[in-house]
């Protein structure tokens, strides 16, 4: 039986191989300013539910009652979803 021919592969060439490359977009970083605020959210919403509880739930926002721990909560979780675009 006869064997089939094969295709010639193509070659590229420097300047396509050059351009590939060039063509390929850098990873970037966060900017600077990222990890403080991911770090203070997460460290504000920790300091926000301590003190509701040391103060017998008096404290940070009185008329808020039992919703400071929501927003201590939200706090902490707003720096926790940054984590995950953290590079």
Known sequence: MPESKGRKKKVAH?????SRQAAKPKPTGN???FVP???TLMILGLLWIVTF???SQR???P???RWNLGAG???MMAGFLMTTRWR
């Not at 420097?14 to 050059?18: A, F, K, M, N, Q």
């Open 31 to 33: 900017p600077p300013w």
């Open 73 to 75: 909560f939200a706090l």
């Open 14 to 18: 420097r300047d396509e191989v050059t």
């Open 37 to 39: 605020v991911m770090l």
């Open 59 to 61: 404290f940070p926002v």
């Open 53 to 55: 509880y040391i103060t």
């Open 63 to 65: 008329q808020w009652g």
